[in-house]
């Protein structure tokens, strides 16, 4: 795990200090934490920074003063590049309606109606990728896996689309050059000119179309069935396509065509690199805990039969969350939220922050904080389990609070959830020559800096194991 770094002297302008944020912005925020106690101030060119350690401050600007907070316009600007103007882009107006509009796509029942789709994708993916011969064994480029399977679960959950074996390839390695090249215009001290040559305009170009093709793909496709008399869908897509803003009185309240594609965009981005970077880190650390993989595969041979709902019968396996929760706080796939800019004085924790000031919820710092989390770099579930000493509010935050919380909290603790069980109760996973998990690197979400590398053993079935979704279908044959 990245330890802090040494102090941050004042840097003339603190430009310095942006690439040192850069470098290590985990280590930096450890640094300035020690250095300034819970709230850092520092200042890169004209603009004041503040970091929040104290989970009550980060609830002050994320909840009962977000009124006087917006996103910073800068990072929206960068992923507006590749993104376009979508829910997570935006602010204000704009993104209220989009919110409003987007949110019943995320409602209980349609997460219900995913836990099939999330099951069949691992499946499928783990039957072609993994041994399954009952002792075969592999050495899996985890990421990859795990990127191959939340890739699947949001193109279906999005278009009903299964994606080819090389598509999804060009596309997750366009993915990972995006995230590289946004990283490091974020970084930049002015802002790249679109029409002016830049270093990564040609690449990032290539990315972002490739990326964007797809997916405008998928919608024409959509719209040519339903010029020859299909229905919209019952996907996210066909969901957006019927939409209308109930709040508003002009007659076509819908999402334009240029916001649809943009949204689309945004949570095929936003639906799949985080879920899967969730799970690659929960592999990792099954692989170092065996004893642990070992409870939670008992404990899905005894979930409880609940043919109704696959989603409330897989979150009663409650070890299970809990490692997923654990390996979230350790690695959290968010590791700060976007910064937000003071829109008027505001007084937060005892301390006025000053209209035009930016601040920043380390989520990755509140995580790893001894007072609320005792041994902060120990991988220890039970912290989650009942029982368990009540946590301060905000101190586990890895979906953000507010307003702005994460459109897909529940799509993604689902999704987590199903795959990582079906993973886990046929494979055993262990570390291949290596005693401990590569150190991790912000790359937008936190991914492990060299490859991960897992040996996965193929596991007998001791009996028939529980699992939800399977179950229902045998059922419903
Ligand atoms: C483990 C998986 C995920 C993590 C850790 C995560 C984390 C976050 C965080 C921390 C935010 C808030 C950022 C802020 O306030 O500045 C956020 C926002 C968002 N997330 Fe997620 N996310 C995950 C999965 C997903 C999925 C699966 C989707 C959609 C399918 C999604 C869609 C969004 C959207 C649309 C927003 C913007 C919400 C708004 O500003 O109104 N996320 N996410």
């Known amino acids: 795990m990245t330890s802090p770094q040494s102090p941050i002297r004042p840097w003339p302008f ?6 040192a944020i850069r470098r290590d912005p985990l280590a930096l925020a450890q640094s300035l934490h020690k250095q300034h106690g819970d709230i850092a101030s520092v200042k890169v060119l004209s603009t004041h920074i503040y970091y929040l350690f104290r989970p009550e401050a980060a609830r002050q600007v994320l909840v009962e003063h977000q009124e006087d907070f917006e996103k910073d316009q800068r990072p929206l600007d960068i992923l507006q590049s590749v993104h376009g103007a979508n829910v997570i882009t935006t602010e204000g107006a704009v993104w209220e309606r989009q919110r409003r509009i987007l949110t019943p796509a995320f409602a209980p029942k349609r997460i219900e109606a995913c836990a099939k789709l999330m099951a069949a994708a ?4 783990a039957s072609q990728e993994l041994p399954q011969e009952v002792g075969a064994n592999a050495i899996i480029d985890v990421d990859a896996l795990t990127t191959l399977i939340t890739m699947d679960v949001i193109l279906r959950a999005l278009f009903s689309y299964h994606y080819q074996r090389e598509e999804a390839a060009a596309v997750s390695q366009a993915i990972r050059s995006l995230s590289k090249q946004l990283m490091r215009e974020l970084f930049w001290p002015v802002r790249a000119v679109p029409w002016l040559p830049y270093p990564g305009r040609a690449e990032k170009e290539r990315s972002t179309a490739l990326v964007r093709d797809l997916i405008r793909a998928r919608i024409e496709a959509r719209r040519q069935a339903m010029s020859a008399g299909a229905e919209a869908g019952e996907d996210i897509l066909g969901l957006m396509l019927a939409a209308r803003d109930e709040q508003a009185t002009a007659p076509d309240a819908g999402l334009s065509d240029q916001e649809i594609l943009d949204n689309c965009v945004g949570l095929f981005g936003a639906g799949h690199d985080t879920s899967a970077t969730a799970l690659t880190w929960w592999i990792g650390l099954m692989a170092m805990h ?8 008992d404990e899905l041979r ?3 039969e609940d043919r109704a709902s696959a989603v409330k019968t897989i979150m009663e396996a409650r070890l299970l969350n809990a490692t997923i929760k654990e390996a979230m706080r350790l690695y959290p796939p968010s590791t700060a939220t976007f910064s937000r800019r003071a ?5 937060i924790d005892g301390q006025v922050i000053a209209k ?20 902060p770099d120990a991988f220890r579930p039970e912290r989650f389990m009942p029982g368990a000493p009540v946590l301060p509010r905000s101190a586990f935050m890895p979906f953000g609070i507010g307003p702005h919380f994460c459109l ?13 069980a079906r993973l886990v109760r046929n494979h055993d996973f262990a ?8 150190a991790p690197e912000v790359n937008l979400v936190l991914k492990p800096r060299e490859r991960l590398k897992v040996r996965f053993t193929r596991l007998a079935q001791d009996r028939q194991t529980v699992v939800p979704s399977e179950r229902a279908e045998r059922q419903s044959n």
């Open 431 to 438: 570390l291949d020559q290596a005693t401990a998990l590569p």
């Open 356 to 375: 035009g000031a930016l601040v920043l919820i380390p989520i990755w710092s509140l995580h790893h904080d001894p007072r609320w989390f005792p041994e």
């Open 302 to 304: 005894g979930l409880p």
């Open 122 to 125: 691992a499946d499928e993916c």
């Open 408 to 420: 897909g909290q529940q799509f993604a603790t689902v999704e987590m959830a199903l795959i990582a």
């Open 290 to 297: 065996p004893e642990i993989a070992a409870r939670v595969r």
């Open 343 to 347: 829109l008027r004085d505001v007084p």
């Open 14 to 19: 603190g430009l310095p200090l942006l690439q």
